[in-house]
């Protein structure tokens, strides 16, 4: 599966991005997932969503964050909303079925000044 993610920008604080990650292929039996890396910080999950639509989110983003999907579409999407300074990251896409089905798309840069 080949993931193409776009939406990063540079936003102020309070302010609000959607990220959307389109996959070349079917991502009906896919879990799918936002993953931030800031500068200088390992590679972090944001929010998951499973074949089944049940989400996770990390603590830090819960009730500013959600994670949709559209599988007719193969997208999914991340509405980030009430950003802050340290929500400043690249944003990856990420496709899991298995150890061997493991994708990620190209990264979207997220810059939110205050």
């Known amino acids: 599966v080949q993931l193409q993610a776009s939406g990063g920008g540079l936003v102020q604080a309070g302010g609000s991005l959607r990220l959307s990650c389109v996959a070349a292929?079917?991502?009906?039996?896919?879990?799918m997932g936002w993953y931030r890396q800031a500068p200088g910080k390992p590679r972090s999950m944001a929010a998951t969503?499973?074949?089944?639509?049940?989400?996770n989110y990390a603590d830090s983003v819960k009730g500013r964050f959600t994670i949709s999907k559209d599988n007719a579409k193969g997208t999914v999407y991340l509405q980030m909303n009430n950003l802050k300074p340290e929500d400043t990251a690249v944003y990856y896409c990420?496709?899991?079925?298995?150890?061997?089905?493991?994708?990620w798309g190209q990264g979207t840069l997220v810059t939110v000044s205050s």
């Open positions: 969503i499973t074949s089944g639509g049940n989400t």
């Open positions: 990420n496709a899991l079925l298995s150890r061997q089905y493991n994708f």
């Open positions: 292929g079917s991502i009906s039996g896919y879990t």
